[in-house]
């Protein structure tokens, strides 16, 4: 299920994992994807129950994507 993370996922996924319950689905079994995450949300993110995040980019060249990507990917832990 993805959830913008300009609203406020993590008051969402209570919400969202009571009605997938109340359709009588295993709500443990499902994903919560967070898209449009800044790199400052991740931990918050991951605490309240987000599977998965999705990084927004602008179209713009090398010199601001690649340190942005940089960013992302420490603030992931995956530098």
Known sequence: MPLAARQDVAGQIDRV???VADAGRDPEA???????VKSDDIETLAEAGVDEA???L???GAEFVIPRLDK???AAGLR
Do not use: D, K, N, V
């Open 17 to 19: 994992r009571q009605a």
């Open 72 to 74: 992302l990917a420490e």
């Open 30 to 36: 499902f994903q919560i994807i967070a898209s449009g």
């Open 58 to 60: 602008p179209a713009l």
């Open 54 to 56: 999705i990084f927004a």
